[in-house]
């Protein structure tokens, strides 16, 4: 089993909606988190990094952590066909985990 | 600031064949790492290097050697590829000791045939 899990999806939502992206881990002793945007033929590129449990927000993005029962979410309101892209969910101890990424398509 | 570079993008190879993925950064990050990417396996750890002068074997790094020539240096040999090597590699490059997030490049198309 993987450390850090998310759905492949593909997730198709119309502009202007929300996008809601979820992973889960297994690791009890990942303390920091991170959310990665990798567009097609690119390298993942950092979206969001929190540490340990809460929320952040960053303009049209919002990352929540809830280590009770070891959550990590993304949310991108107003969603643009330039948010197009598969989204990779990390964490770390020392050592990364990367989720397998969930792909999003936003239809104008 | 190019961050962190890959060379080749694309790469064609025969089995048995031998190549060297080359990875530069100037963000003077101490750690760097290879990962590997396919389809529904999400990224693979291949080998990484917590500073000048070390490196060390991750989650698959058979068929694989690394050498950190400087600071700013990582480079992936593939001694005599496979196709079980086609893949989509990619460097980054991050700070040791304190979780910060890596930074990746852009990546390098393997195909081995």
């Known amino acids: 089993q993987k450390e850090v899990e998310q759905d492949p999806g593909p997730l198709s939502v119309p502009e202007g909606a929300i996008v809601s992206l979820n992973c889960t881990y297994s690791n009890s002793a990942f303390q920091y988190f991170m959310w990665y945007r990798q567009y097609s033929r690119k390298g993942p590129e950092l979206l969001m990094y929190t540490y340990s449990s809460g929320n952040k927000e960053d303009g049209r993005f919002t990352a929540q952590v809830d280590k009770s029962s070891k959550y990590i979410s993304l949310f991108i309101r107003d969603s643009q066909p330039s948010d197009s892209a598969t989204y990779l969910c990390?964490?770390?101890?020392?050592?990364?985990?990367f989720g397998a990424g969930t792909q999003v398509v936003v239809t104008p | 600031n190019a961050g962190v570079t890959q060379t080749p993008k694309f790469q064609v190879l025969k089995t048995g064949q031998s190549m060297t993925l080359q990875c530069a950064q100037d963000?003077?990050?101490?750690?760097m790492y290879w990962y590997r990417q396919d389809p529904g396996m999400g990224l693979r750890l291949i080998y990484y290097?917590?500073?000048?002068?070390?490196?060390d074997k991750g989650e698959v790094p058979n068929g694989y050697n690394v050498s950190r020539l400087n600071k700013r240096e990582f480079s992936l040999r593939l001694e005599s590829a496979a196709p079980s090597q086609t893949s989509v590699y990619f460097c980054?490059?991050?700070?040791?000791?304190?979780?910060?997030?890596?930074?990746f490049g852009n990546g390098t198309r393997l195909t081995v045939t």
């Open positions: 290097s917590a500073s000048e002068g070390t490196t």
């Open positions: 990390a964490s770390s101890w020392g050592k990364f985990q």
């Open positions: 963000m003077n990050h101490n750690s």
């Open positions: 980054a490059s991050g700070v040791t000791g304190n979780n910060s997030p890596l930074h």
